[in-house]
Nanobody
Framework: QVQLVESGGGLVQAGGSLRLSCAASGRTFSSYAMGWFRQALGNEREFVAG????????KYEDSVKGRFTISRDNAKNTVYLQMNSLKPEDTAVYSCAARKDEMVITTPGGYDYWGQGTQVTVSS
């Protein structure tokens, strides 16, 4: 069992930055690929970024490439999402997810554990 707790969301102006953190319980964090997803009001949940269990491989949704960076610290059981140059369309609830496999996938159904989410609001 893995429990995930996100933090770092908030209100920011367009062009600003936020850093989300996702702290995981358990001793086998390094056995999980991790993903960040977001869901805006009225929209389906969408993949934002993912990282393999070693951190060697990352994947990004096209609209965030060059602006967002995912990273992980397996010693701290934490995955991060650094978000720069934020836009109003980035406004959503951001959730982290864990998948007991090496590789990242983009479909939410492929993840085994989810956090409760943290709200990110970008004002124009």
């Amino acid at each position: 069992q893995v429990q995930l707790v996100e933090s770092g969301g908030g209100l920011v102006q367009a062009g600003g930055s936020l850093r989300l953190s996702c702290a995981a319980s358990g001793r086998t964090f390094s056995s999980y690929a991790m993903g960040w997803f977001r869901q805006a009001l009225g929209n389906e949940r969408e993949f934002v970024a993912g990282i393999s269990w070693s951190g060697a491989f990352t994947k990004y949704e096209d609209s965030v490439k060059g602006r967002f960076t995912i990273s992980r610290d397996n010693a701290k059981n934490t995955v991060y999402l650094q978000m720069n140059s934020l836009k109003p369309e980035d406004t959503a609830v951001y959730s982290c997810a864990a998948r007991k496999d090496e590789m990242v996938i983009t479909t939410p159904g492929g993840y085994d554990y989810w956090g409760q989410g943290t709200q990110v609001t970008v004002s124009s």
